[in-house]
């Protein structure tokens, strides 16, 4: 079975632009969660949606929103880019919350 | 006091030794448990979830919860070189978070052949 899917893998973005961040969840589950990862630390929470809506949000400024579509699949867009929001960024999916949570390979952002 | 505290490491141990690892949490409320491990570069791969307290073993990974303790931890048996990355424990909240993971800053693990 195919596992979570992410595109891209690598992104370079240049300070003020936009970027739209891509998943794909495990056939079946129905909740998609966004994190971000920079280098020495664990995940942090940036969203998670279950059946289109949004169940929670964490600390992340409004520049960061997401949605999901009725394939589940979902998109994370930054907007305003700075040079902090350089992480790693990775999807997760579960069947719903409070379950395991299955990462996805993660997108790459750079930003210069 | 951080929400999820785990000891940065790096932890080495010898190939064939038992492996430990340890991670405290400050939410009494938090429901569900889990190990992750991470190898340089890529993303978190699931090991182990565990939701009630006392032992569970999943072939050479054995998770411990202890919630009057807030405490949860990861033993490897015969560690194998392959099993050197980086482990983070990540806990859900209660009832109405337990829809995100929280994270450690994760264990750097070093298996010597």
């Known amino acids: 079975d195919a596992g979570v899917t992410q595109s891209p893998t690598h992104l370079i973005k240049t300070r003020g632009q936009h970027v739209t961040l891509r998943c794909s969840p495990i056939?079946?589950?129905?909740?998609v969660s966004w994190y971000q990862q920079v280098l020495g630390q664990g995940p942090q929470f940036i969203f998670q949606?279950?059946?289109?809506?949004?169940?929670g949000r964490g600390n992340f400024p409004d520049r960061f929103s997401a949605r999901q579509f009725p394939n589940y699949s979902s998109e994370l867009n930054v907007n305003a880019l700075l040079l902090g929001d350089s992480a790693l960024y990775l999807c997760a999916s579960s069947l719903d919350r409070g379950l395991e949570q299955y990462f996805g390979p993660g997108t790459r952002l750079t930003v210069t | 006091q951080k929400e999820v505290e785990q000891n940065s490491g790096p932890l080495s141990v010898p190939e064939g030794a038992i492996a430990s690892l340890n991670c405290t949490y400050s939410?009494?409320?938090?429901?569900?448990f889990f190990w992750y491990r991470q190898y340089s570069g890529k993303s978190p791969e699931l090991i182990m979830s565990?939701?009630?307290?006392g032992d569970k073993e999943d072939g050479r990974f054995t998770a411990q919860l202890n919630k009057a303790s807030q405490y949860v931890s990861l033993l490897i048996r015969d560690s194998q070189p392959s099993d050197s990355a980086t482990y983070l424990c990540a806990v859900t909240g209660g009832a109405r978070s337990n829809y995100k993971l929280t994270f450690g800053k994760g264990t750097l693990l070093t298996v010597n052949p």
């Open positions: 949606y279950y059946e289109k809506e949004e169940r």
């Open positions: 939410d009494r409320g938090s429901q569900s």
């Open positions: 056939s079946g589950h129905k909740s």
């Open positions: 565990i939701y009630s307290n």
